[in-house]
């Protein structure tokens, strides 16, 4: 059995008008790590003062890094065929679930 550790930041507390701002996925196959992918996204919108104070994570950090659409084909390859695991998963994979049905 194969289990994704996965952790996000957001722009904010609420999925409807917040993006995704950093991801982490670590693969576990119950004794060690076999995959990751860790990426600062950008949002493409402005990331609140009080999240930055939060997460550490400012508009210039993500300025230049890539989209969320940029990096759904290795979010997708790590994770298929796993367990989703996180510290405040209702949290993170309804984020994930929103974000990739607004891609479509």
């Given at each position: ?26 693969k576990y ?35 230049n890094a ?39």
């Amino acid at each position: 059995m194969l289990y994704t550790v996965i952790d996000i930041e957001t722009t904010g507390n609420g999925i409807k008008g917040n993006r995704i701002t950093e991801i982490a996925i670590f693969k576990y196959d119950g004794d060690t790590i076999v995959d990751e992918f860790t990426s600062l996204v950008n949002p493409e919108c402005e990331i609140p003062y009080f999240i930055t104070g939060l997460t550490g994570i400012d508009n210039n950090m993500v300025r230049n890094a890539p989209k969320l659409e940029e990096i759904t084909e290795r979010i997708l390859e790590i994770t298929k065929d796993t367990i989703f695991v996180a510290h405040n998963v209702n949290f993170d994979y309804s984020f994930l679930k929103n974000e990739f049905q607004q891609l479509g």
